[in-house]
C-alpha cells in the first residue's frame, strides 16, 4: 500500500532552519509529482510547494518562495522541503502528499514549531 512517512520536525528560533523528509513506499515513485501541505493551528491546509517526476521543475507558495527549497531523492525514494529563515507564521504541521484528479495519499505529518 501506499505510504508517506515524514520527520524531521520540530522546535526552532526565528530565523533558524530545518530539513523535512518525507519517504514513500507502495507506488512508482518517480511517476508521481509529490506535494508539501501545512496546516497552522487553527487554521485551514496551505499549499506549500511542487516537485515534478523529472525534479527539473518546482513551485512555491508566496509566503515561502525564496526561502523554502523542494527536492527528491530518486534511489532513496524520499521527497525533502529545506527551510530556512524561519519566521513564527511557518509553525504548523507540515504533511507530504501524492495529490491526483481521483485520490490523494497523506504523510501523519511532522510538526514545526517556530518560537524564541
Known amino acids: 500500500q501506499v505510504q508517506l512517512v515524514e520527520s524531521g520536525g520540530g522546535l526552532v528560533q526565528p530565523g533558524g532552519s530545518l530539513i523535512l523528509s518525507c519517504e514513500a513506499s507502495?507506488?512508482?515513485?518517480?511517476?508521481?509529482?509529490m506535494y508539501w501541505v501545512r496546516q497552522a493551528p487553527g487554521k485551514g491546509l496551505e499549499w506549500v510547494a511542487t516537485?515534478?517526476?523529472?525534479?527539473?521543475?518546482?513551485s512555491y507558495a508566496d509566503s515561502v518562495a525564496g526561502r523554502f527549497t523542494i527536492s527528491r531523492d530518486v534511489a532513496k525514494r524520499t521527497t525533502y522541503l529545506q527551510m530556512e529563515s524561519l519566521k513564527p507564521e511557518d509553525t504548523a504541521l507540515y504533511y507530504c502528499?501524492?495529490?491526483?484528479?481521483?485520490?490523494?495519499?497523506w504523510g501523519q505529518g511532522t510538526l514545526v514549531t517556530v518560537s524564541s
Open positions: 516537485i515534478n517526476t523529472a525534479r527539473v521543475s518546482t
Open positions: 502528499a501524492r495529490l491526483g484528479a481521483a485520490e490523494g495519499y
Open positions: 507502495g507506488f512508482a515513485f518517480t511517476s508521481y509529482w
